[in-house]
Nanobody, 127 residues
């Protein structure tokens, strides 16, 4: 059974930075893709970024491109989301997710493609 546990959320001023972590356990992740999603109050959950574990190929939502960086540490089974130049509109609960059968052609941005989810961590950006 795959378990994903997020941490690193908090309160930060606009323009600041945070690094979210996702501790992954339960299986070998070498064939998986990992993603970060977020959900703001009253809004649907949306894609933020994804990374293919084996090749390190990444994919970002346009709204975070150039500000956020997704990475992974295979030795620690960790996935990270470095968030720089944060904006109030980045305020949301951030979720880590695992796609255990990713397409070989692209990284998924749809929630339906992801099989396991963490419990989320709150990020609040004040103006």
């Amino acid at each position: 059974q795959v378990q994903l546990v997020e941490s690193g959320g908090g309160l930060v001023q606009a323009g600041g930075s945070l690094r979210l972590s996702c501790a992954a356990s339960g299986r070998s992740f070498s064939n998986y893709a990992m993603g970060w999603f977020r959900q703001a109050p009253g809004k649907e959950r949306e894609f933020v970024a994804a990374i293919r574990w084996r090749t390190l190929r990444t994919y970002y939502a346009d709204s975070v491109k150039g500000r956020f960086t997704i990475s992974r540490d295979a030795a620690k089974n960790m996935v990270y989301l470095q968030m720089n130049n944060l904006k109030p509109e980045d305020t949301a609960v951030y979720y880590c997710a695992a796609d255990i059968n990713p397409s070989t052609l692209f990284l998924a941005a749809s929630m339906a493609e992801y099989d396991y989810w963490g419990q989320g961590t709150q990020v609040t950006v004040s103006s």
